[in-house]
């Protein structure tokens, strides 16, 4: 493999920065820890797997808080994730839990062959399950978000484990096809999907995932995605169309949202469309050059716009 084949195999999906994060164990909930990130660790399948959370300074346990799990992109870690999302002040704003969790060899096994042997929906459930032994957490809303990688991997949760999530907000991903074909679940889950129209990597009318890379496997398309998520919740065919205000005219997007509404429990379908955009954070940064992952958008922020539509779509 070349240097430059193996930079741009390391590049397809994630930001790889290295971000030190303090180290404190597991056990029950300090003062000292609300208001920084925690970096934590949780027995699951056989193996040690690893995790940051972050927990507002408003929480002091009177209440249950809800708690969102954004995973990172492949060759990525938790930090990464943090860092691109910026997740952390809008659930110091909000009022929320966040997790970032790592994965095995930077990677998910989202059904596409990744990772195979590693059970990362099981891996997700032990995960909450270790955060709500220390914190108050609302069942009702737990939520899933991530990009490239990891969120094929908030496509997989919403299959294998309905039960658990009450939405996802996957960026820059697609369902692949082996999930589309093996999905049997019939419960209905929340689904808000943000992508760029001019996503190198994973293209916006489905096919092959890698651009000249490859060998990252097939999805479907963004239309088919969606059209697979408003049958399964039952939401209305038609969707209201809205234009969002294009708030950075030089950064060569603009956004249409298409929401689908009157879904199973409560549920709803949205495609944020960044047309122009690439395989990218909207408001995050520009990780990797244009020439390889496209173009970030400016016009919104993809955390507090994911925040707004998790809240409004809880478990009944």
Same mark, same amino acid.
């Given at each position: 493999?070349?240097?430059?084949?193996?930079?741009?195999?390391?590049?397809?999906?994630?930001?790889?920065?290295?971000?030190?994060?303090?180290?404190?164990?597991?056990?029950q909930? &300090?003062?000292?820890?609300?208001?920084?990130?925690? /970096?934590?660790?949780?027995?699951?399948?056989?193996?040690?797997?690893?995790?940051?959370?972050?927990?507002?300074?408003s929480?002091?346990?009177? &209440?249950?808080?809800?708690?969102?799990?954004?995973?990172?992109g492949?060759?990525?870690?938790?930090?990464? =994730?943090? +860092?691109?999302?910026?997740?952390? #002040?809008?659930?110091?704003?909000?009022?929320?839990?966040?997790?970032?969790?790592?994965?095995?060899?930077?990677?998910?096994?989202?059904?596409?062959?990744?990772?195979?042997?590693?059970?990362?929906?099981?891996?997700?459930?032990?995960?909450?399950?270790?955060?709500?032994?220390?914190?108050?957490?609302?069942? +009702?809303?737990?939520?899933?978000?991530?990009i490239?990688?990891?969120?094929?991997?908030?496509f &997989?949760?919403?299959?294998d484990?309905?039960?658990?999530? #009450?939405?996802?907000?996957?960026?820059?991903?697609?369902?692949?096809?082996?999930?589309? =074909?093996?999905?049997?679940?019939t419960?209905?889950?929340?689904?808000?999907?943000?992508n760029?129209?001019?996503?190198?990597?994973?293209?916006?009318?489905?096919?092959?995932?890698?651009?000249?890379?490859?060998?990252?496997?097939?999805?479907?398309?963004?239309?088919?995605?969606?059209?697979?998520?408003?049958?399964?919740?039952?939401?209305?065919? !038609?969707?209201?169309?809205? /234009?969002?205000?294009?708030?950075?005219?030089?950064?060569?997007? !603009?956004?249409?949202?298409?929401?689908?509404?009157?879904?199973?429990?409560? !549920?709803?379908? !949205?495609?944020?469309?960044?047309n122009?955009?690439?395989?990218?954070?909207?408001?995050?940064? =520009?990780?990797?050059p +244009? &020439?390889?992952?496209?173009?970030?958008?400016?016009?919104?922020?993809?955390?507090?716009y994911?925040? /707004?539509?998790? +809240?409004?779509?809880?478990r009944?």
């Open positions: 493999m070349t240097a430059r084949r193996a930079f741009l195999t390391g590049a397809v999906t994630c930001l790889a920065v290295a971000l030190a994060a303090p180290l404190n164990g597991c056990g909930r &300090r003062e000292a820890d609300t208001g920084t990130v925690q /970096e934590r660790s949780v027995r699951s399948g056989g193996r040690t797997r690893t995790y940051l959370v972050h927990v507002p300074e929480y002091d346990g009177s &209440r249950p808080y809800p708690l969102v799990v954004g995973f990172h492949h060759g990525g870690q938790g930090a990464n =994730q943090r +860092k691109m999302s910026g997740m952390d #002040a809008v659930a110091d704003r909000e009022g929320f839990i966040v997790a970032y969790p790592d994965g095995v060899d930077r990677g998910w096994n989202d059904g596409r062959g990744i990772n195979e042997g590693v059970d990362d929906v099981s891996f997700t459930r032990d995960l909450v399950s270790e955060i709500e032994s220390e914190y108050r957490i609302d069942p +009702k809303m737990i939520y899933a978000t991530g490239s990688n990891g969120g094929f991997m908030s &997989r949760l919403a299959c484990a309905p039960d658990l999530v #009450a939405g996802i907000a996957p960026v820059a991903a697609l369902m692949s096809v082996p999930l589309e =074909q093996s999905n049997t679940s419960v209905p889950v929340s689904v808000l999907l943000i760029g129209t001019d996503d190198p990597l994973v293209p916006w009318d489905g096919g092959e995932i890698g651009g000249r890379l490859g060998g990252r496997g097939e999805a479907i398309s963004t239309g088919a995605t969606i059209d697979y998520w408003v049958a399964l919740d039952g939401c209305s065919t !038609t969707p209201a169309v809205t /234009e969002l205000p294009d708030g950075d005219p030089g950064d060569g997007t !603009t956004v249409t949202q298409s929401s689908y509404t009157g879904g199973l429990e409560g !549920t709803a379908v !949205t495609l944020c469309a960044v122009g955009g690439g395989h990218t954070w909207p408001g995050g940064p =520009q990780y990797l +244009k &020439r390889i992952i496209g173009l970030v958008s400016r016009d919104f922020v993809a955390s507090e994911i925040w /707004e539509f998790f +809240k409004n779509h809880p009944p």
